[in-house]
Structure formats: structure tokens, C-alpha cells
């Protein structure tokens, strides 16, 4: 019996590894997607761009974008459900953009000022 048949420097090991986009080696030309028509994107670029730099903007802003859908509700009478209205706040175009300006301002608030923020919540 041959010991070199039994070692390991004939057989091909695979390991997987994860290769970044960027260092991989076949990267195919893509063709141009056409862009479905957005017409409230530059309002949204706006509200992405708007930073939390003054106490008062950020209490403004605490104040004005409720923590909560105001429209959800569930409508009883006599102690019985009659209907459910569910949260409409995802049919806003623009409800994630609010949201993540709202949570910018309240980390202001905390993070920056010290501020306790369990008013807003």
C-alpha cells in the first residue's frame, strides 16, 4: 500500500468563500433598465435630504409626523365590534420617508440634546 494515495495533496478541496460584486471576476455589461415614472421622487430626495440640526426643528417635526397611523381604529357599540378600520398609513406614498425623518429627529433629540424622548413614543 502506497501511503501517498491516502494524503491529501492529491484531492481538490472547495471551500466556499463570499467574492464582493466588485472583485468578481466575470462581470457581465447590463443593459439599461427603463425607470417606471415616479413623480414624487424629487419630494422624496427632499425629505431623505433634510437634516436634524436644531432642537426646535426636531421638536417640530416630533410633533407634526405621529408615532402611530392616526387612522386605525376599531368601532364598537355596546361592547361589540361592529367594523375595523385598518392602518391606511402604507397607502401614503410618502409614509416611509416621514417615518425615517421622524426617527432622525427623535435620535437628535436624544443622542445630540440628551433630550428624553418617551413623550413622542
Known sequence: MNVSEYTISDRIVAI????PKEESAVNLPTT????PCD?????????DSIEVKSPKLAHRLCKLIP???PFERTVKLFGRQ???IPPLCKLNPLYDELVAL???ALCYLADV???DVTRYC
Open 82 to 84: 361592529l367594523f375595523h
Open 16 to 19: 466556499p468563500v463570499w467574492i
Open 67 to 69: 408615532a402611530q397611523c
Open 102 to 104: 421622524r426617527f432622525r
Open 32 to 35: 439599461a433598465q427603463p425607470q
Open 113 to 115: 440634546c440628551g433630550e
Open 39 to 47: 413623480p414624487l421622487r424629487p419630494l422624496r430626495q427632499w425629505l
